[in-house]
């Protein structure tokens, strides 16, 4: 046998690493990529360098199957041979990787003749003499054969069989113990070899020069080992995401997917298919008849399809086919199944078969519903499949599919079928290493050599912010960032076995003061198992384990350590890992620093053990490099969820979870036989630290089974990031004690109403159930407003007492008025209990109850603030309670202290009528300081009673004298409960009858009235409207008056009609006369309204003699009504929630401004008789009538009126007026006039309206100055050399910066805005002003030096008045004597600019001042004079200077897309990975039948072209507002986000001004992209892409995408003259145009309008008639066209729901 040059001899031994595995089913073979290290690595390495110089670039469409090139891929050219050419599409094999690649002709050029002599660097191989057994392969076959790529082996070269450079190796190591389990036979090496050459269609022999396969064939299986006359099926990269069209939907196990990138490509060759077929006869090829072959056939549609065989053809009889293109199967008659053509077989095809990753039936099969399920969210959609692995034995693929908007369709699926993922992480994935759990029972020694090479890639860096390299034995070296890191084991034995680290071609003994993890890539991998020891637990999302194998090593290490450091004296810290002793055992151990607080105790953590400690620094020693050795024996872990498998980390355990698990493993390490760890998957902590989600097991149980058993029958609880130091807008839900009540956040509002929905749902089910309620047991109960809640049952005898978990309250309940929690997954049930437990600050823990009792009827129901001081047990937060200005806490102290002063008895109650005048003064002074305003029950949402901003139905004062036992919350004793609501009223016991009558038991709002002079005053009060903050209703306006004052209606008038009804039976009753002498000021009553003669219910407002001034609460309109046609109001019609409600619009403060007198016609005309969209911000009480107001934000018709109304509002000038500095007197020039005083911004909301100072700078004044912020000589930023003023600035803003967070202060910020804004590099506030928002954070430019960055909302402060009054200490400059407008800068005059300044005392001059136009500041035009040179002068030489002439700056539709005569190819969606960009474009303003005025903004065709509106007035803003946008710094993060379809904006490169844009699909390092204000399109760099900030995604696109209606694709085409004609018809000319439809656009995610337009009075669709050529087959012929283009009649014909 004869070697073959450039390969190995045969029968010669090589190292293999392999890359690539193939299984085949059909052959039984095994193929396998590898490259072999025969020394040859610095040849390739070489090569690599000299192939990025490509000879030449490919022109349009050059090249042909077989040719060499080269491929661009992320920047790198690789060599590559060219397979098939599609279009503009090219298939490429990739010669030195061994796998396919799709490109086009841009990415592609010719390399140099030298550049492809070295053989491949991947070859392709053949496992010989192993031939599998079986038709299919086993799973475990498949699972050890797929994880060895990435390994090395030594392998034997038994033969290479030319022309197809395939080599037949035998890898001992693998075939050993693939045989072993009887899945593979092993035959002679001359009978495989006979084998394979059979599969290969080669002549028995080694020289088979005639037979032309190609390594390219090696790509995939199918094409090399099966038949010629196959089809090609390129193989898809896994974890890998494309934009798929679905064909068929069988099962969620066989789904099929089509590339949408080929689309165009598939529709192209299905047309040429059916016409070949429809015009032909067969040719007289044979017939195929064999299950498997290759064929067109006829569908049941009529058209003709690439098809396969799936049975054997026997006679005339119906065969089964499947149309490869779109996985339909079908029966077809036999005389409808032709040969196909061979020029058919060129296209790949691209329709895959794929499985839903996750989703298992559970071995019952899918029931029709799941599947017509799964086909709604599916069939004929085009979504986004994310490639998980491919199960080559089934050839089948697992996906992901994700919905436009990013929602999971598998998920979605899971939760309706009611299935269970099966695990986090799959462990066939094929990008796992071989755990040595698998190799190790290869028993063999090789076995040992492979894994003492395994990389070890993992190496976790954790340094301390200051530790920037690492030094060992005198070396330094920086700690590489990446990269991997072989580790050599010496087996010196078991105590202390002896690692050498090579790190960068340098040895070193131990780790570079580093302690590898245990759980490295080579011991720790999912599917591995072994014994350990749980060492440390902090929750069940972070505990810690120790491997028992290695607990004998650890013995020894803590001995030597304590004897090593016995004595030891302080040294300075300077590595990541120290020696830190124990305060609690006083034992040394290995520790890591993870938090300093600044002080001689830092906070460390064991690394050998997971415990963390505080320790003194002066127990902090380094460690000595010998104690580095032993790796890190303590291993994170976090328990695997089987509720939530994909995401283990997301919701926290319950407590009751935690102690079953801590049970658990106290009970299996006192066992024999110990805890089996089972590792799940393995992922990163918020810290990027190695974090592995396992099973903790016994011989009988599992730690995960028992947890969710215990959680099954608890709620989830969660802190909701809530911060010591936050602050928390809340409602106060229920009371014990000033010491123990309840809140929710109004942030979860949304939260707790899907809670809500979610029981009402679950009630609607079938809800008796024969498990048990139990101590503990987690229930549905129902409270007395015939309403269901979710409950935990916290007592059973002698009465059943149900915690209500959402609100805090406990109340005895009913047996028939609670059944258990249903247990099929719900979000009622996985929701995190809504009610926090919260305690004043500063209150002693014995209170009075009279004190309990006012702070529980004036706080519940409430909206307030929370200041958290500090957190106690069970998630129990301290805090100070605040009522706007008022801080209760002090009002509770100074009640307390009163009331002790004065020794009021014990029997006394606080809401009894007072008898003494101290008492009455008392409580006059309590209620009226508390700042708890009684009237004010907040913008909450009440829901058939219940208020869903928090509040149960209860009443805050006891209805039941029944005393309730101490109940248990969370298995803790709640103290400080005297009494609680009985739900079973038994007797209706009168409290309180002097202040209130309740309105009945079901009515939460019993609320205080405002007193009446007369006797017997009526004290019933209507319901709060049901209006929830921060959720839209809609609404009409029933009475405007103005934007302060106007009442709104709800569209649904079903309950309004059942009031209306109510109130006139209740009127018909007869008069009472002494009826009117109880109404008040705030009665409710019934009046006459004598327009229509009917009764409707009101409040009265005021009497004046025989008349009451009411307000009827169902319309809001007013009226004087006699005393005679009022009537009482029934209990009925008072349980009623109003039907409409006052409201005021939002960011118009009456004290900080007026309307003008327009405003009100306007406003009117706006509002009346339209649909309106109300959103309620906050809620206050009317200063004249007893009603909530609601301040509220409308929009209308798709308009923010708030935003409308901003031109009416006059504000008003602060009273704060500065003194001008005496140095500005000098600066103004050409009429200009400067102050120290800024005009103020008025935005939206309550604007933060607050004055800066300008800088102190005189015209024509030198200063001493440094550059502080040097960007280009047009904008840089100086500060004073003079610094004595800056550092009392920066003094004062770090005290200021000290000031608790006003969670409401950003939302006042707009741009301009001063405020303080926390710098992330040192940690530091500064003074700043906002430049413009983005998402939840704000842009802003530091005033005291220049430079700009982006704050987090939560890291902005007010800024109080004393740095208002400081001038800022830095100024904006330009360099005088270069005009913008006249020239423009040398690319060197930057850098040189720059160090001419940087660091360098300048003397500046001011010449002149103007406003910036991007930024709101001054900016000074300066000379400047540094170390004797005029830099001014020194720059001249860098400016170039245009000719005075005008430049015309076009738009981004000046970039023709007509090239001869032709449609541009638009180019399909691909799909960028990371988690997309979901924001939108809101769709055009256009309307079905209205006409509008436009031009053509680009033309590519009739069915193609995109149109602008005339009135260019909106355009001309959004310009401005891209313009400003586009100067905000690149965000790296956002370009991961953005995928097909997401907004943009985009630098134009012909004008470069930023547009609106939205990408279409990412090519390389630019994305392809269209302009939404203008339609054309271009590809933009990455860097050129900024995110569209909120104001401009609320603007509608500027332009249309169009086609001429009438004329149908399907049913005919354009003639070749029909382009030009139609560009010159519409080109530059102002069109009248109509829309008739509307469709998506399939190739890009934009909505297209059927138009008709007309030119200079010519109908255009009419005009173009001429060039349309109908299809024979169509039903319509263009002779309508011959008829005059008559608009109204096609409106009549046309006039349907748009």
Not at 699 to 711: F, I, N, T, V, Y
Not at 1109 to 1116: A, K, M, Q, S, T
Not at 1564 to 1592: M, T, W
Request: charged content about 25%; proline content about 5%.
């Amino acid at each position: 046998m004869c070697s073959v040059p450039g390969f190995p001899t045969p029968g010669s031994e090589v190292p293999v690493l392999i890359t690539g595995v193939n299984l085949n089913s059909r052959c039984g073979l095994v193929e396998l990529w590898v490259n072999m290290d025969d020394g040859r690595e610095h040849i390739y390495e070489q090569m690599r360098e000299e192939i990025q110089i490509p000879k030449r670039k490919f022109d349009d469409s050059e090249g042909k199957p077989g040719d060499h090139c080269l491929v661009c891929i992320r920047s790198s050219w690789h060599r590559a041979r060219i397979v098939s050419i599609q279009s503009e599409i090219y298939d490429v094999f990739l010669i030195d990787q061994g796998r396919p690649h799709t490109t086009t002709s841009e990415a592609l050029a010719y390399g140099q003749s030298d550049s492809f002599l070295l053989p491949p660097e991947i070859e392709s191989c053949i496992l010989a003499n192993l031939l599998s057994n079986e038709n299919n392969w086993p799973e475990r076959a498949t699972k050890f054969l797929k994880s060895l790529p990435g390994k090395k082996f030594k392998g034997l070269v038994q033969d290479v069989l030319m022309p197809d450079r395939i080599i037949l190796l035998d890898i001992p190591i693998v075939s050993k113990h693939i045989c072993k389990g009887g899945v593979l036979k092993k035959i002679p090496a001359d009978e495989f070899k006979g084998l394979v050459l059979k599969c290969l269609h080669l002549p028995k022999g080694e020289d088979s020069e005639n037979c032309l396969i190609t390594q390219e064939q090696s790509m995939n299986v199918s094409c090399q080992l099966e038949k010629h006359d196959q089809y090609f099926y390129p193989e898809l990269l896994t974890d890998t995401a494309e934009s798929v069209y679905v064909t068929e939907v069988i099962n969620p196990q066989n789904i099929f997917c089509k590339l949408l990138i080929f689309s165009k490509a598939v529709k192209i060759l299905s047309e040429q298919i059916h016409q070949h077929y429809e015009e032909s006869s067969g040719l007289g090829l044979v017939q195929p008849l064999t299950c498997g072959d290759v064929c067109a056939a006829r569908g049941l549609n009529g058209r003709w399809h690439r098809s396969l065989l799936k049975q054997n053809v026997t006679g005339d009889d119906a065969v089964e086919v499947l149309h490869v293109d779109e996985g339909i199967t079908e029966l077809v008659p036999a005389g409808d199944i032709k040969p196909l053509h061979g020029k058919f077989l060129r296209m790949p095809v691209v329709t895959y078969r794929c499985s839903l990753e996750g989703v298992k039936d559970q071995g019952t099969g899918w029931t029709t519903d799941q599947t017509d399920y799964l086909k709604s969210l599916l069939l004929h959609r085009t979504v986004i499949a994310k490639f998980d692995h491919h199960n080559i034995s089934q050839d089948v693929y697992s996906v992901t599919i994700y919905e436009g908007n990013a929602e999971c369709i598998n998920t979605c699926f899971i939760q309706k079928a009611g299935l269970f993922r099966p695990s986090i992480v799959d462990v066939n994935d094929e990008s796992e290493p071989i755990s040595s759990s698998v190799l190790s029972s290869l028993e063999d020694k090789r076995c040992t050599d492979v894994l003492d090479n395994v990389n070890a890639d993992g190496l976790q860096e954790e340094t301390l912010p200051d530790s920037k390299s690492l030094a060992v034995n005198g070396w330094t070296e920086d700690v590489p960032s990446s990269g991997a890191v072989d580790i050599h084991i010496h087996k010196d034995g078991p105590e202390h076995p002896d690692l050498l680290i090579q790190s960068n071609g340098h040895l070193s003994s131990g780790f570079h003061s580093e302690v590898q993890n245990d759980c490295g890539n080579g011991e720790i991998t999912v599917g591995s198992s072994f014994t350990v020891n749980v060492s440390c637990i902090e929750s069940l999302q972070k505990f810690w384990c120790q491997k028992t194998e290695n607990m004998y090593s650890l013995r020894l290490l803590m001995q030597d350590l304590q004897e090593h450091y016995a004595s030891v004296h302080p040294q300075p810290l300077t590595e990541s890992i120290f020696v830190a002793r124990n305060p609690i055992n006083d034992m040394w151990h290995r520790a890591r620093i993870i938090e300093s607080h600044q002080s001689p105790v830092v906070d460390v953590r064991f690394i050998d053990n997971g415990q963390t400690q505080k320790v003194h620094l002066r127990d902090v020693h380094p460690i000595d490099p010998t104690f580095l050795r032993l790796n890190a024996q303590a291993f994170q872990c976090c328990l695997f969820n089987p509720n939530n498998p994909t995401s283990p980390t997301a919701v926290a355990w319950s407590d009751p979870a935690l102690t079953e698990f801590q049970k658990f493993v106290d009970s299996g390490a006192s066992s024999d036989f110990g805890l089996k760890c089972i590792v799940k998957a393995v992922t990163s902590d918020e810290e990027g630290l190695p974090l592995n989600v396992v099973d903790i097991e016994t011989p009988s149980d599992s730690a995960c089974k028992r947890c969710a058993q215990a959680e099954a029958q608890s709620y989830s609880y969660s802190t909701y990031n809530i911060e010591v130091g936050g602050q928390e807008k809340v409602w106060v839900t229920s009371s014990d004690s000033v010491n123990h009540f309840y809140c929710q956040l109004d942030r979860n509002s949304r939260m707790f109403k899907k809670v809500m929905d979610s029981v009402k749902q679950l009630v609607g089910q079938t809800r008796r159930t024969d498990h048990p309620l139990g101590l503990q047991s987690i229930c549905l109960a129902r409270y007395t407003d015939n309403q269901w809640y979710r409950g935990q049952v916290v007592e059973i005898t002698p009465k059943l007492m149900v915690h209500f978990v959402d609100y805090g309250q406990t109340l005895v309940v009913r047996e028939s008025d609670i059944f258990p929690f249903p247990t099929e997954a719900s979000f009622a049930r996985s929701a995190p209990v809504q009610a926090v437990p919260l305690g004043l600050l500063g209150v002693p823990e014995e209170v009075p109850q009279e004190v309990n009792q006012w702070f529980a009827d004036c706080a519940i129901n409430h909206s307030l603030t929370i200041s958290v001081v500090a957190k106690g047990e069970k998630g129990k937060l301290i805090v100070e309670l605040l009522d706007g200005s008022v801080n209760v806490n002090a009002e509770v102290r100074k009640m307390i202290s009163q009331m002790t002063q004065q020794k009021m008895p014990a029997d006394q109650q606080l809401y009894k009528n007072a008898k003494h005048a101290t008492e009455d003064r008392l409580m006059q002074e309590l209620m009226n300081g508390s700042g708890l305003k009684e009237a004010e029950q907040n913008d909450v949402q009440c829901d058939n009673g219940l208020c869903a901003g928090g509040e149960l139905n209860m009443s805050s004062v006891t209805i039941s004298s029944v005393s309730a036992a101490e109940i248990k919350h969370d298995q803790t004793a709640r103290e400080g409960r005297n009494q609680d609501l009985d739900v079973i009223l038994e007797e209706k016991e009168t409290v309180l009858a002097e202040t209130f009558i309740q309105a009945g038991s079901s009515d939460s709002e019993a609320s205080q009235l405002h007193s009446c002079p007369e006797e017997g005053v009526k004290i019933c009060m209507y319901k709060r409207p049901n209006i929830s903050p921060n959720m839209p209703e809609e609404v009409y306006a029933s009475c405007i008056v103005g934007p302060d004052y106007f009442w709104c209606m709800y569209t649904n008038t079903e309950d309004l009609d059942m009031v209306s009804s109510l109130a006139l039976e209740a009127g018909q009753a007869q008069q009472d006369i002494t009826f009117p002498k109880t109404l008040g000021q705030g009665s409710p009553c019934l009046a006459l309204f004598s327009s229509d003669n009917q009764w409707y219910r009101a409040q009265v407002i005021r009497k004046t003699n025989d008349t009451f001034h009411v307000l009827f609460i169902d319309y809001g309109n007013e009226c004087d009504v006699n005393i005679k046609n009022v009537r009482p109001l029934p209990q009925s019609l008072l349980e009623k929630d109003p039907q409409a409600f006052l409201c005021s619009l939002n960011g118009f403060d009456e004290s900080k401004g007026s309307w003008d007198d327009n405003v009100y016609d306007d406003f009117y005309t706006l509002l009346v008789d339209k649909p309106l969209k109300v959103t309620a911000i906050h809620i206050g009480d009317h200063s004249e009538i007893a009603v909530p107001q609601y301040a509220v934000q409308i929009q209308c018709e798709n308009m923010i009126v708030n935003d409308e109304m901003l031109k009416y509002w006059k504000p008003v000038a602060t009273e704060h007026v500065t003194t001008q500095n005496s140095r500005t007197e000098n600066l103004p020039q050409d009429s200009q006039t400067v102050s120290s005083e800024t005009n103020l911004d008025v935005s939206m909301g309550n604007a933060n309206t607050c004055m800066r100072k300008n800088p102190n700078i005189s015209k024509n004044n030198k200063e001493q100055v440094y550059a502080s912020c040097i960007v280009e000589p047009h904008y840089f930023w100086c500060q004073y050399a003079n610094t004595e003023e800056l550092n009392e600035v920066s003094r004062l803003a770090q005290k200021a910066g000290q000031a608790p967070q006003d969670v409401m202060f950003p939302k006042t910020l707009h741009p301009n805005s001063p405020c303080l804004a926390l710098f992330a590099s040192d940690e530091q506030w500064y003074r700043a002003q906002v430049i413009h928002r983005v998402d939840d954070a704000f842009h802003v430019v530091f005033i005291d030096y220049g430079n700009e960055c982006d704050v987090d909302s939560k890291d902005v402060k007010p800024l109080p008045q004393v740095l208002l009054d400081m001038a800022p200490q830095a100024f904006l400059c330009s360099l005088n004597g270069f005009v913008k407008s006249e020239g423009s800068w040398d690319e060197e005059s930057y850098d040189d600019f720059y160090n001419l300044l940087v660091d360098k005392p300048l003397e500046l001059t001011v010449l002149n001042m103007e406003d910036h136009s991007e930024i709101a500041v001054p900016q000074y035009t300066v000379e400047i004079e540094c170390d004797g040179v005029d830099v001014n002068a020194a720059m001249q030489k860098y400016w170039k200077p245009v000719a005075k002439e005008s430049v015309l700056i076009g738009n981004p539709q000046t970039e023709t897309l007509r090239q001869d005569g032709q449609a541009p190819n638009m180019t399909h969606l691909s799909v960028s990975k990371g988690h997309m960009n979901t924001d939108t474009y809101k769709e055009p303003n256009i309307s079905k039948h209205k006409t509008e005025m436009v031009y053509a903004s680009c033309i590519a065709e009739p069915h193609f072209f995109w149109c602008q509106y005339a009135n260019t007035e909106e355009l001309n803003t959004v310009s401005r507002l891209a313009k400003e946008a586009g100067r905000a710094p690149q965000d790296e993060m956002f370009l991961k986000t953005v995928g097909p379809g997401s907004p943009c904006l985009a630098l134009f490169s012909s004008d470069e001004q930023w547009y609106r844009a939205q990408v279409i699909h990412r090519v390389d390092d630019a994305f392809h992209v269209v302009f939404i204000d203008y339609g054309n399109e271009c590809d933009v760099d990455i860097k050129d892409v900024r995110p569209v900030p909120q104001s401009l995604l609320d603007w509608a696109p500027q332009a249309f995408l169009c086609s001429l209606n009438g004329f149908v694709k399907s049913e005919g085409s354009w003639c070749d003259e029909a382009y030009d004609d139609f560009y010159n018809l519409l080109i530059d000319k102002q069109l009248e145009l109509t829309v008739f439809d509307m469709e998506d656009q399939s190739e890009i995610a934009v909505p297209q309008y059927a138009v008709v337009l007309e030119c200079e009075g010519v109908i255009v669709n009419t005009k173009m008639a001429k060039h349309w050529k109908g299809l024979d087959t169509s039903h319509a012929s263009v002779e309508v066209w011959d008829e005059p283009f008559d608009l109204p009649s096609l409106v009549e014909q046309e006039d349907e729901e748009f």
